[in-house]
């Protein structure tokens, strides 16, 4: 939590103080889609992994996908090291008003934007849990689906969530931040009903269905928008 914070915390406000004020919901968007993208890149790796022959796979192809994934390691140190402070930040830091200890400042002077933030993620993390965890162990074990059927639902989900995490980025600007996030939740909930009615029908079609339309269109219309409005939570 603390590792996954860090980093989700720190690429949306880089991408946010880097872009202009008109188009910072939009940019601020774009980390979001990582765990799209990385469930796609995983998934796609391992499918081709499973095309070896079961001796070879076991013995040595299932390490092939960690091998890989350090060459994302180097690349992830070498944006770190190459990387300059935002503009706004090196602003600020060059007028002297920076805190000695942020964390500690922002607690108490800003504990109530604090726990606003932390309410405001708490819908989307229980739900993105209960559709890629609790969901598919279901269908699986309680209604003896094979796991395929779920493991599709969920990659053309990410598909969809691509578009429409940065859609909604880009309509907080230009619609406001406050309706986006108002409206959001609201889809996110219906899509909800939509997604347990889809697994109990326990029909492949049906489904997938469910998951594009519960979990990568209503859930997640409001979800680009979040970054922009939980950076602009503080001055």
């Known amino acids: 939590g603390v590792a996954s914070g860090g980093e989700w915390g720190a690429a949306i406000l880089m991408a946010f103080e880097y872009a202009r004020p008109g188009r910072r919901g939009f940019f601020a968007s774009v980390p979001q889609v990582g765990p799209a993208v ?9 499918l081709v992994i499973t095309l070896l022959p079961e001796d070879a796979m076991l013995s040595w192809g299932w390490r092939i996908p960690f091998l890989i994934s350090a060459l994302l390691v180097i690349l992830g140190l070498v944006v770190r090291l190459k990387l300059a402070e935002s503009p706004e930040f090196t602003e600020l830091k060059g007028t002297g008003t920076t805190a ?23 819908g989307y993390g229980a739900f993105s849990v209960v559709a890629l965890t609790f969901l598919v162990g279901y269908s699986r074990n309680t209604l003896g689906l094979d796991s395929s059927i779920t493991l599709t639902a969920v ?23 406050r309706r986006i996030m108002t409206v959001g ?11 347990f009615w889809a697994i109990s029908t326990a029909q492949p079609g049906w489904i997938i269905v469910g998951y ?17 409005l939980f950076a602009d939570s503080f001055a």
């Open 38 to 46: 990385g469930t796609l890149l995983g998934n796609g790796v391992f």
């Open 100 to 122: 000695r200890i942020p964390i500690a400042a922002v607690l108490r002077s800003h504990l109530e934007p604090v726990l606003l933030v932390c309410g405001g993620f708490l």
């Open 155 to 177: 990659l053309a989900t990410c598909v969809v969530q691509i578009p429409t995490i940065m859609l909604g980025g880009y309509a907080s600007d230009r619609f406001g931040r």
């Open 185 to 195: 939740p609201l889809a996110g909930i219906a899509g909800t009903f939509i997604l």
């Open 212 to 228: 594009v339309l519960g979990m990568g269109i209503l859930f997640t219309s409001a979800y680009g928008a979040q970054p922009a």
